[in-house]
Nanobody
Framework: QVRLMESGGGSVQAGGSLRLSCAAF????????AGWFRQASGKEREFVAA????????VYADSVKGRFTISRDDAKNMAYLQMGSLKPEDTAVHYC??????????????????WGQGTQVTVSS
């Protein structure tokens, strides 16, 4: 498994932006689909976005489509989530995850076998 560490969370007002970073250690992130999930207090962890190994394909949850952009830089062993037009309902702990399987990009959390510790994003109205 690859080890993952998120950074870049914080507190912003509604309409603001944040950029989350995910650093990978121990293995090349290029071997994995990279994904972002989030978990709000008292709720299930939910899919946010994922990017293919090549970076040519991305998938987004409907709730963030058009506002968030996922990207990766395999030379730096990093993945990113650029978040814009933030809303209070985006408040959650955001997690980076890696899926080692070949094939389609998954939005199912059980198909990701490596997870970071999470970074808190708080959006105030």
């Amino acid at each position: 498994q690859v080890r993952l560490m998120e950074s870049g969370g914080g507190s912003v007002q509604a309409g603001g932006s944040l950029r989350l970073s995910c650093a990978a250690f121990g293995r090349s992130l290029s071997l994995y689909v990279a994904g972002w999930f989030r978990q709000a207090s008292g709720k299930e962890r939910e899919f946010v976005a994922a990017i293919s190994r090549s970076g040519s394909s991305t998938v987004y949850a409907d709730s963030v489509k058009g506002r968030f952009t996922i990207s990766r830089d395999d030379a730096k062993n990093m993945a990113y989530l650029q978040m814009g037009s933030l809303k209070p309902e985006d408040t959650a702990v955001h997690y980076c995850a890696a899926d080692p399987r070949l094939g389609r990009i998954s939005n199912l959390k059980y198909e990701y076998d490596s997870w970071g510790q999470g970074t808190q994003v708080t959006v105030s109205s």
